[in-house]
């Protein structure tokens, strides 16, 4: 049994995973469907979170809209996803980014990772 679902979720797997950590600033491109349309929306905003393995892994996106925060969390490797676009790495010491639900303004920034 558990062989057969290995086999089912190594098919599902995406060929091309960007390389993106916790902390990057990231643009999301989701495919929508309303009705009979399908466009493609973009959601930048900052990682805070990654987690899961294999076809389960998923990502979390958070930035501030109007003045109120908001997160969506993106399968990996879902169709859905269209591509993920790293616009800047971040530098931080943490695996999850939560305190930055705390905080607005400059105070929810992250340093830029210099290389």
């Known amino acids: 049994m558990n062989e057969i679902i290995k086999n089912i979720e190594a098919a599902q797997l995406k060929a091309e995973v960007p390389q993106f950590n916790v902390g990057d600033t990231v643009k999301v491109y989701g495919k929508i469907k309303e009705g009979n349309r399908e466009r493609i929306q973009v959601f930048e905003g900052i990682v805070i979170k990654k987690q899961g393995g294999s076809v389960r892994a998923t ?12 997160e969506k969390t993106w399968p990996l490797h ?14 931080v010491r943490r695996a999850k980014l939560t305190y930055l639900r705390g905080r607005v303004g400059k105070r929810a920034k992250v340093k830029e990772l210099v290389k």
């Open 78 to 91: 879902s169709p859905s996803v269209e591509k993920v676009e790293v616009i800047r790495h971040g530098k």
């Open 59 to 70: 990502f979390t996106v958070r930035k501030n809209s109007n003045g109120v925060g908001v």
